[in-house]
């Protein structure tokens, strides 16, 4: 079983008296340390699937899995801890709090939640953090001194301190210059061989869905591609839930 | 908790402009409500502390003499109830003794009914504080004969310093009695209750009673302060009545009396007795009236309170729905990061919190400066309103609870207005919060 599944997952938004379906069942897995990109133009769903993987949004129907724990039946506080102990999210336009400076925003996760760590820990991990991004000399800086470029890195920063087991990428490299863009997917990719953290991207960008190592195509609110490759062409995901297979019953 | 506090407080100062004005009204609605709540707190103190100067005492000990159906109004034993007053155990700073008539002056075909109180002009030093004379001398009042008028009453009588002025009035015993005075001294009018009492010699108005030399009809005991009164009576009665024999202390009752020592009078008038008794009353309860002025003072500040604050409340409310729109995507984040609802709601009603409490703490800081200022100025103790000044100035006394009690109200009242918008940003679901355009 992979890290996250989804099983003929259903997501209609009601806009006045009219129902429009955003996904129309989708049915895929994602394992451990995937890099995985799913593309597709706008309103293919691409960022209502990672909503609901990130379970800020609910299906209409179907299941989402995270570490093999069915998702539907939670309440809304045991989904926030849920988010808080297994997710990471990095934002298109950053969404880093104003009123808090770069140490601060980075840290504001782990005062969340039951967990407690040391104090010197904490800093430590945080300062880890900071360095891993390359901004050591703008610890105190608030996120309005920043460049955009730099706000991502906070953003990515804060996605990691958790330590979380999956990274959701909307759009992140969306409101950067291409170089900085680069450099943001590389910090990524870094983060992900070395921490063997999955990250999962809503992506225009073709950059990002040429190094990822899993692709999931979307149209219209169906997969038109599930495609695995490099050196986790095979996986472990069921045939019943995962890769290939799905893919092409979804298309069906 | 720690965290959402920190954010909140920090929230305050993004807009600087949105939260000062905010700040403003509050500490502006606080600073009217403790400027009344000050100057209610020190009206009773003052009045009462004035009045018992100008009533020379702070507890009062008046003779009656029964002999079957007439009763005089008279003390006739200074020695014994001297003694009977030192030996109670009380520290009074002097002792005064008046006797007083309710009378008809007359000054060439003008008349006007008053009261005259007997005093002893020349060694009353504290009347002659608060009693400031707009015409004529206290060396004056050295004649047997002197009179001391108010300013209207002068006025309405069209009478000079040196005039002689008849009195029409009745002797203890109740017969009909004239006498001359001669005006020695027209005072500065001290609002509505100075214009009641006149001052004469106490033998001059002892003898148009028909009482003797010695004898007068009350004995004024005045004490350090307004604050010992009610305890050195109470210590005081339970030492007279040892030694005299006192008439009951009346409390206020269902009877109509509109004071404490209106039903002492009622009470006692009921009673059937024989010989020299002594009743025992307060300035408090004379002037109880003051403790319903100082009561529809604090209601109509509470009322104020209660009014502005909900003009208030409404501006805080709309404002808060505002902000709550405006950091739709912050809230979606925070819920997306793991923030709890209820971490979302706290924010918001923290916020608010330190709004009010910077507020209302800002507006009795505010509120004091201003008082202190007005204390400052002297109106002097000729003012028509030198019953409610303190020595000629305004002064103003704010009880520590009240002024946390205003402060609580604040913040419960702020709580209640962002409790809606903190609801509505707590309700947000994540997704919704994150994809909502500003």
Redesign the interface.
């Known amino acids: 079983m992979g890290i996250v599944e989804l099983t003929d997952v259903k997501k209609t938004y009601l806009l006045g008296k009219v129902e429009v379906p955003a996904v129309k069942g989708v049915t895929f897995c994602i394992e451990k340390g995937d890099f995985i990109s799913i593309a597709g133009p706008s309103g293919s769903g691409k960022t209502t699937i990672l909503n609901m993987v990130g379970l800020v949004d609910q299906p209409s129907d179907g299941e989402v899995y995270i570490d093999g724990k069915p998702t539907s039946k939670l309440k809304d506080a045991e989904l926030t801890r849920l988010r808080h102990e297994t997710l990471g999210f990095i934002f298109q336009s950053f969404n880093l709090i104003p009123v808090l400076n770069v140490w601060e925003n980075i840290e504001f996760p782990l005062l969340l939640g039951r967990t407690r760590v040391s104090k010197a820990e904490k800093d430590e991990w945080i300062d880890h953090l900071i360095e891993e991004v390359g901004l050591a000399d703008w610890r105190k800086h608030k996120p309005n001194e920043l460049s955009g470029g730099q706000r991502q890195r906070v953003a990515i920063a804060r996605a990691l301190a958790t330590r979380p087991q999956i990274v959701l990428a909307d759009e992140p490299t969306a409101n950067l210059d291409s170089a900085t863009g680069e450099q943001i997917i590389e910090l990524m990719k870094r983060i992900n061989r070395e921490l063997q953290t999955t990250f999962i991207f809503s992506t225009h960008d073709a950059k990002i869905v040429d190094i990822a190592d899993h692709i999931i195509r979307l149209k219209d609110g169906l997969i038109t591609e599930n495609l695995r490759r490099g050196e986790n062409a095979e996986g472990s995901c069921s045939p019943a839930q995962g890769a290939a297979k799905p893919a092409l019953a979804t298309e069906a | 908790m720690?965290?959402t506090a920190n954010?909140a407080f920090?929230?305050l100062?993004?807009q600087k402009k949105r939260s000062f004005l905010l700040g403003g009204a509050i500490a502006f609605g606080v600073m009217i409500v403790t400027l009344i709540n000050g100057f209610a707190g020190a009206f009773s103190a003052n009045v009462s502390e004035n009045f018992s100067h100008l009533l020379a005492g702070h507890v009062f000990i008046s003779g009656a003499e029964k002999n079957g159906d007439k009763e005089l109004s008279v003390i006739r034993d200074d020695a014994a109830l001297s003694a009977a007053v030192r030996q109670a155990g009380i520290a009074p700073k002097y002792l005064t003794r008046r006797s007083e008539f309710s009378g008809t002056l007359i000054f060439e075909g003008k008349k006007i009914r008053t009261n005259v109180a007997g005093v002893e002009l020349a060694t009353e030093d504290y009347l002659r504080e608060r009693l400031v004379l707009k015409e004529g001398s206290w060396d004056n009042a050295a004649d047997p004969r002197a009179l001391i008028l108010s300013e209207k009453i002068a006025e309405r009588l069209n009478v000079e310093v040196g005039d002689r002025l008849l009195v029409q009035m009745q002797t203890v015993n109740g017969q009909n009695n004239v006498g001359e005075f001669r005006l020695a001294g027209i005072s500065y009018d001290a609002g509505i209750f100075g214009q009641l009492l006149s001052y004469a010699g106490l033998e001059y108005v002892n003898e148009l009673l028909g009482l003797k030399s010695g004898e007068y009809q009350t004995m004024g005991i005045m004490l350090d302060s307004l604050k010992s009164a009610e305890p050195s009576a109470d210590k005081l009665y339970a030492g007279l009545s040892a030694s005299v024999s006192m008439f009951a202390r009346g409390e206020r009752d269902e009877s109509g009396a509109q004071t404490p020592f209106q039903a002492l009078m009622r009470e006692q008038n009921k009673e059937d007795w024989e010989g020299v008794r002594y009743r025992l009353f307060t300035i408090n309860e004379l002037l109880s009236q003051i403790e319903q002025i100082v009561a529809a003072l604090d209601t109509a500040a509470g009322v104020i309170l209660v009014v502005l604050f909900i003009i208030i409340m409404v501006g805080i409310a709309n404002t808060f729905s505002m902000v709550m729109f405006e950091r739709i995507?912050?809230i979606?984040?925070?819920?997306?990061?793991?923030?709890?609802?209820s971490?979302v709601r706290q924010m918001f009603l923290f916020e608010a919190l330190f709004l009010a409490i910077g507020g209302a703490v800002a507006g009795i800081a505010a509120a004091l400066l201003v008082m202190g200022g007005l204390s400052l100025i002297n109106f002097g103790m000729d003012s028509p309103a030198f019953l409610i000044l303190k020595n000629g100035h305004l002064s103003f006394y704010l009880p520590p609870l009240r002024a946390m009690g205003n402060i609580a109200i604040i913040a419960l009242l702020t709580l209640l207005a962002v409790a809606r918008p903190a609801g509505a940003a707590a309700r947000l679901?994540?997704?919704v919060a994150?994809?909502t355009q500003k």
């Open positions: 720690k965290t954010i920090r929230n100062s993004r995507r912050e979606g984040t925070m819920r997306a990061m793991g923030v709890q609802r971490g679901e994540p997704a994150l994809r």
